[in-house]
């Protein structure tokens, strides 16, 4: 299996993603005359984390993911962002440092021991396949998902496409 293939490319074109799902969302508050900032409130659930924590999530995930598959130290960056234009700065901030990682830091990973802390608990354990497989990309794509059905949910013109993203060449 190629994990570098699985991993960094499928994260960098989500978060590219929901970094057009941000900008749509802005743009639509700006058409329909309200403030943007109305977005940052929004959950499906009374007990689920709002649209930053999502984003913020998501964000951690890749980068924590790709990160521990290349046995490199896991950025740590504040959860701070306080607008949608921060948000899509936490995006790129993400996508730029997973781009540092190559594809020999990553490929061979595969029995990887990978650990994953946790507070007040054990370390989740896992090989680096079932890391992948099982843990990371579900927990990435859940909270991509989340934003993208809280965005939808609130009137932002969003379809199936703008989830899968454009074609891209060969």
């Not at 969302?25 to 009374?46: N, Q």
């Not at 951690?60 to 700065?89: C, F, H, N, Y």
């Not at 354990?125 to 949910?153: C, I, S, V, W």
Request: net charge neutral; no cysteine; glycine share 4%.
């Amino acid at each position: 299996m190629d994990m570098y293939a699985a991993t960094v490319p499928v994260f960098d074109r989500m978060l590219s993603n929901m970094q057009t799902w941000i900008r749509t969302a802005r743009d639509h508050a700006i058409a329909k005359g309200f403030d943007e900032s109305v977005y940052l409130t929004l959950r499906l659930a009374p007990d689920m984390l709002p649209l930053p924590r999502q984003v913020q999530i998501a964000s951690d995930a890749a980068k924590s993911g790709t990160a521990r598959l290349a046995s490199i130290e896991v950025p740590s960056w504040p959860d701070s962002e306080a607008s949608l234009e921060e948000l899509i700065q936490r995006i790129q901030k993400t996508r730029d440092f997973i781009k540092t990682v190559t594809p020999e830091q990553i490929n061979g990973a595969e029995t990887r021991a990978v650990s994953v802390p946790r507070r007040d608990k054990e370390p989740l354990k896992f090989e680096g396949q079932d890391f992948m497989r099982f843990y990371n990309l579900p927990n990435f794509f859940f909270h991509a998902t989340t934003l993208y059905a809280l965005l939808r949910n609130a009137g932002v013109p969003l379809g199936k496409m703008d989830f899968l993203g454009q074609p891209q060449p060969k």
